[in-house]
């Protein structure tokens, strides 16, 4: 099994152990500041109720993005990492 399953594997359980569902969910993403990665994150939650916050970085370089969300449960929690990973630059905290 590859590192990325585990680390979902993990991620789902303590998802289960630690939050009662439907829950709001935070995501945070760090992007480089470029405006195609931004609209590419800002799409992949339209039409969900979420919140977008965006903050550029000091030097500009970068911008984040901290959204939240209502979630049913912990596998559409990690099925928005998996949407979002495919976005170039992304960084997930």
Do not use: H, R
């Amino acid at each position: 099994m590859s590192d990325k399953n585990d680390f979902y594997i993990k991620l789902k359980d303590q998802l289960e152990d630690t939050t009662k569902f439907p829950a709001d969910y935070m995501y945070k993403f760090i992007v480089p500041s470029d405006e195609n990665q931004v609209n590419e994150v800002q799409d992949l939650f339209n039409n969900s109720g979420a919140v977008i916050k965006t903050k550029k970085s000091k030097t500009g370089k970068y911008i984040s993005l901290s959204i939240v969300l209502k979630i049913k449960n912990a596998d559409k929690v990690i099925e928005y990492y998996k949407k979002a990973e495919k976005i170039k630059g992304i960084i997930s905290l």
